[in-house]
């Protein structure tokens, strides 16, 4: 550095500044420090404090829209005025008595491939009355998650104007649409990632053939579920994905006079193209596998596939054995369950009344307990029986003698031996005695999952509407949010994010639910749950001790529990009051303190 000449001496005094300069002033030193803090905080504590930290940290961050229809009386318009700048949409729209606005979402997605000034068709209030953020607005919409059921026509979606910008599109339609994934792909040529949920006929596009696509698609995952493709389009479609990383045809339909899919043929061709796979599934609707087709299914094209996925009924005992050697570790475990079923006593029916078609949860309920394999798993998505999670059978104090015997006779409670997962998707079934015992499912659920699961990011719960004992006809849900039913058990999941809980209609007192958020931590609501907890009474005790009577009349092995994590002294002196009233009386208790 050169000697700059000195300035001469000024004897009038410099103002002082304004404040001290300060070193969270050097917008490179802030960078330095927002590096070290997670996209949680980022989001909803820093971009908060000024503007200078909204336009460093915006980057990081992925802004979504998300509109659910039970949210009435909201309309999805005014969410949909947020889209630009957004990254993400998702639209969730699956109630029969609402009438969907469908020229509200194909306005906006028309918009939006145009510049923010032309938004003002779709709303003029918005851009009156707010000022866009340079750098915003113009990120394009890069994913769209759209669950619809039939009020949603299969041309209004068909017809969408998908923004070429998409890398990620969902379309979960039930029970199924007509739509052509040749258009979708031709349409959005930086699709990497296709999941669609339903019966995908032959139309223009696809009728074309991979003429109509481009010469070379970047996808790495394609997911379709009831396809009804033709074998030899989706095979020409393969061949122009080499990079290809994720397939799953899940329960392929037949295509009208076509042969049904010759799954040899489909392997010889995929081994050909040598797609660097990662994960790899394959089933078709009312047709079962030999066992040899099941294991090539399973082990061949992905021998050494760390996240797997399965129809429920093809966990057959030679698979489970094959899973139980492998040497490498599961990260991801998805189940599903074909889409009509019926509930049987300790598992499911695939044909109404129909014994023969019985697949129970029992290999899928022995892997998750004694899979060495599972170890590491942090996905975990599945229909299970809340009766698995019954520990002590504290739910036979509810049914009848003929019912205790068979629940203690089928089941076999354990712990699962993933304790470290960081996503849960479960679909909880109640198949013994109905309505009677659906708070204490989700008591015993909550309690189970907060103890055996610890570390969970992201929970998912769903009660089936259509989940029934034979003869019982009415749903089995509907006060799950009572403070009895245990949904405060899962404060204790500390890195919790998202939590969501699907049930029909449920009503409770404010102060049973509101300790979710910061206003229902006040005094007033407080001394609210301390007098619903303190009316229990003494039906805390004596659950406990009919629970315990129960459990040893009808249990032929009361101290059975699968898996090796049972023998932590530990996880099962913490899980002592599973099930019970007195579980949710400490948990209020302590969240109640200061």
């Not at 040899?264 to 796979?277: A, V, W």
């Not at 996240?307 to 139980?324: A, D």
Request: hydrophobic fraction near 35%; glycine fraction near 4%.
């Amino acid at each position: 550095m050169t000697q700059s000449p000195l300035e001469p001496l000024s004897l009038t005094p410099s103002p002082a500044p304004a404040r001290p300069l300060s070193p969270l002033d050097l917008p490179e030193l802030l960078q330095r420090v927002f590096s070290f803090i997670d996209r949680y905080t980022l989001a909803n504590t820093v971009v908060h404090v000024c503007r200078q930290w909204l336009l460093l940290t915006h980057h990081r961050l992925s802004r979504e829209i998300t509109w659910d229809v039970n949210w009435q009386p909201s309309q999805p318009k005014y969410a949909l005025t947020g889209l630009p700048g957004a990254e993400r949409l998702v639209l969730n729209c699956c109630q029969s008595g609402f009438k969907w606005r469908g020229t509200d979402l194909h306005k906006a997605l028309v918009a939006l491939q145009r510049p923010p000034s032309r938004w003002s068709p779709l709303s003029r209030w918005y851009w009156s009355t707010s000022k866009s953020i340079a750098g915003f607005s113009d990120i394009p919409l890069r994913e769209i998650v759209l669950t619809v059921s039939n009020n949603c026509t299969d041309d209004w979606i068909y017809n969408l104007a998908f923004p070429q910008s998409l890398t990620s599109l969902t379309i979960d339609k039930t029970p199924w649409a007509s739509l052509d994934v040749g258009r979708i792909l031709a349409i959005c040529p930086l699709l990497e990632h296709l999941y669609l949920s339903s019966s995908l006929v032959v139309k223009p596009w696809t009728s074309r053939g991979k003429e109509a696509l481009p010469e070379r698609l970047p996808l790495r995952s394609l997911v379709l579920k009831r396809p009804y493709n033709s074998q030899s389009w989706i095979e020409d479609l393969l061949t122009i994905t080499p990079d290809l990383e994720d397939l799953k045809l899940i329960g392929i339909v037949k295509n009208g006079n076509e042969q049904p899919w010759n799954w040899r043929h489909f392997c010889d061709h995929l081994q050909s193209l040598s797609l660097p796979l990662k994960q790899f599934h394959y089933s078709t609707a009312k047709v079962f596998p030999t066992e040899y087709e099941l294991e090539e299914m399973v082990f061949t094209i992905c021998p050494n596939a760390k996240e797997r996925t399965f129809q429920l009924y093809n966990l057959t005992s030679r698979v489970l054995s094959g899973l139980m050697e492998q040497l490498v570790f599961l990260t991801a475990l998805d189940i599903l369950l074909p889409d009509h079923t019926n509930c049987h006593s300790d598992g499911w029916l695939l044909h109404y009344l129909d014994d023969g078609s019985r697949y129970t949860a029992l290999p899928l309920h022995q892997l998750l307990c004694e899979g060495s394999v599972l170890r590491h798993l942090k996905t975990l998505k599945m229909p299970y029986m809340a009766d698995l999670l019954d520990l002590f059978h504290r739910n036979t104090m509810y049914g009848t003698v003929k019912v205790m015997q068979e629940i203690s006779t089928l089941t076999v409670p354990g712990i699962w031996i993933c304790q470290d997962l960081d996503t849960l998707h479960l679909e909880l079934h109640s198949h013994g005695v109905g309505r009677r015992r659906e708070l204490q499912n989700l008591r015993i659920a909550c309690g189970y999952i907060s103890r055996v699961c610890p570390h969970l990011q992201d929970l998912h719960i769903v009660f089936p509407p259509n989940c029934m004992y034979p003869n019982i006809t009415e749903p089995v849900c509907s006060q799950l949010y009572d403070l009895q039913a245990g949904l405060c058990l899962l404060s204790r999941l500390r890195s919790l994010e998202r939590l969501r809980l699907e049930c029909l209609g449920s009503k409770c007192d404010i102060s049973e639910i509101n300790w979710l958020c910061r206003s229902g931590r006040t005094a007033e609501h407080r001394a609210r749950r301390k007098a619903i907890v303190d009316g229990w009474g003494d039906r805390l005790e004596t659950k406990a001790i009919l629970s315990e009577g129960a459990r040893q009349m009808y249990n032929t092995t009361p101290h059975v529990i699968l898996g090796p994590r049972a023998k932590d002294e530990q996880l099962m002196k913490s899980l002592n009051n599973l099930g019970l009233l007195k579980d949710v009386k400490e948990m209020v208790e302590e969240m109640d303190t200061d």
